[in-house]
């Protein structure tokens, strides 16, 4: 599965507006801070103010927070909330065509995969991510970092190629012994009469 951008710029806004409570953060902030469009910060900052976890204030001295507490938001609740498809493979889509659905081991598979992954998130909260980034902490924004209970070190450092590193294949376990030799004769069991 793959996250959308805007689940992921709308994570990156949560997570700037989870370590800066107590002053408003603007569009044109995160848009030079971050490098995104300052239209797709819009779209992002809308959605996040009719889901209630952001306030948004107009005006000349508006801006945006976090209008609940950093540890009561959670990564999976916000995932749900912004993904729009969770359909891994067609048989979990409304438009499946699939011949193979009702008796496939795929299907179930992917399915716990997909739960475990969001009830790994559901572990994490905002205020998880954001005291576990130090690179936040250190973003060129004027707005000062007012929630910063006690910072570590990210549990492992992702880069594209220790992310690709992570999610390569597994190699194929090859058996140690040689395949057993099928029976040379079939010979069906005797029915009582």
Same mark, same amino acid.
């Given at each position: 599965?793959r996250?959308?951008?805007?689940?992921?710029?709308?994570?990156?806004?949560?997570m700037?507006?989870a370590?800066?409570?107590?002053?408003?953060?603007?569009?044109?902030?995160?848009?030079?801070?971050y490098?995104?469009?300052?239209?797709?910060?819009m779209?992002?900052?809308?959605?996040l103010?009719k889901?209630?976890?952001?306030?948004t204030?107009r005006?000349?001295?508006?801006?945006m927070?976090?209008?609940v507490?950093?540890?009561t938001?959670?990564?999976?609740?916000?995932?749900?909330?912004?993904?729009?498809d969770?359909?891994?493979?067609?048989?979990f889509?409304e438009?499946?065509q699939?011949?193979?659905t009702?008796?496939?081991?795929?299907a179930?598979?992917?399915?716990?995969?997909?739960?475990?992954f969001?009830?790994? #998130?559901?572990?994490y909260?905002? %205020?998880? $991510?954001a005291?576990? /980034? *130090?690179?936040?902490?250190?973003?060129?924004?004027?707005?000062?970092?007012t929630?910063?209970p006690?910072?570590?070190?990210?549990?492992l450092k992702v880069?594209?190629d220790?992310a690709?590193? #992570?999610?390569?294949?597994?190699? %194929?376990? $090859?058996?140690?012994? /040689? *395949?057993?030799?099928?029976?040379?004769?079939?010979?069906?069991?005797?029915?009582?009469a």
């Amino acid at each position: 599965m793959r996250l959308t951008l805007f689940t992921d710029y709308s994570l990156r806004v949560l997570m700037v507006l989870a370590t800066r409570t107590e002053s408003l953060v603007t569009i044109d902030d995160l848009a030079n801070v971050y490098g995104i469009s300052r239209a797709h910060l819009m779209k992002v900052t809308h959605t996040l103010g009719k889901s209630g976890w952001v306030d948004t204030v107009r005006g000349r001295n508006g801006g945006m927070r976090l209008a609940v507490h950093p540890s009561t938001l959670k990564l999976g609740t916000v995932i749900r909330f912004l993904e729009t498809d969770f359909a891994l493979v067609e048989c979990f889509g409304e438009n499946n065509q699939c011949v193979l659905t009702g008796g496939c081991e795929l299907a179930a598979v992917l399915a716990k995969a997909m739960q475990l992954f969001l009830e790994e #998130l559901d572990r994490y909260s905002m %205020a998880d $991510v954001a005291n576990a /980034s *130090p690179a936040l902490m250190a973003l060129p924004l004027w707005q000062e970092v007012t929630w910063q209970p006690r910072v570590k070190q990210p549990s492992l450092k992702v880069t594209p190629d220790t992310a690709g590193a #992570l999610l390569a294949e597994a190699p %194929a376990k $090859v058996p140690k012994t /040689s *395949p057993k030799k099928a029976p040379s004769k079939v010979v069906a069991p005797r029915v009582a009469a």
